[in-house]
């Protein structure tokens, strides 16, 4: 289950965070970022469900969700904005894991990296900064 998500420059969102619970209602005028939130939950899933088919780790294009380039993705569209996620998810009734990560775009490369990778679970954490800032 997931728990709670946390979105930094993702589309709407320069900074935004959700806390869920087993039923969820997405509420709000025109234009205020409800297809924004479920496509951030899409974009996480499907990035995970593909990452044996998909040499990057991120997968901003999938059978979830179709969302462009990092361009179209990142809030304000500029390509040295990095983007990021924080999750919790589990079981219900168990301690629940964390994920934060960054990721930004390569222009020399053309491709998205995770800059900076952190996984949390039972008071231990484990972090990863894969590139130079």
């Given at each position: 289950?997931?728990?709670?998500?946390?979105?930094?420059?993702?589309?709407?969102?320069k900074?935004?965070?959700?806390?869920?619970?087993?039923?969820?209602?997405?509420?709000?005028?025109?234009?205020?970022?409800?297809?924004?939130?479920?496509?951030?939950?899409?974009?996480?899933?499907?990035?995970?469900?593909?990452?044996?088919?998909?040499?990057?780790?991120?997968?901003?294009?999938?059978?979830?969700?179709?969302?462009?380039?990092?361009?179209?993705?990142?809030?304000?569209?500029?390509?040295?904005?990095?983007?990021?996620?924080?999750?919790?998810y589990?079981?219900?009734g168990?301690?629940?894991?964390?994920?934060?990560?960054?990721?930004?775009?390569?222009?020399?490369?053309?491709?998205?990296?995770?800059?900076?990778?952190?996984?949390f679970?039972?008071?231990?954490?484990?972090?990863?900064?894969?590139?130079?800032?």
């Amino acid at each position: 289950m997931l728990y709670s998500l946390s979105l930094k420059n993702f589309r709407a969102f320069k900074a935004q965070s959700f806390e869920f619970a087993r039923i969820n209602i997405f509420a709000g005028a025109n234009n205020s970022g409800k297809s924004s939130a479920l496509s951030a939950i899409n974009f996480i899933a499907q990035s995970i469900s593909q990452r044996e088919l998909n040499p990057s780790p991120i997968a901003i294009n999938g059978s979830f969700e179709q969302l462009g380039t990092f361009l179209d993705v990142v809030h304000g569209n500029r390509s040295t904005t990095p983007m990021g996620f924080d999750l919790s998810y589990g079981y219900p009734g168990s301690e629940a894991h964390r994920i934060n990560l960054e990721m930004r775009y390569r222009s020399q490369r053309r491709e998205t990296e995770v800059s900076k990778f952190r996984y949390f679970f039972q008071g231990l954490s484990f972090h990863n900064h894969l590139l130079d800032s």
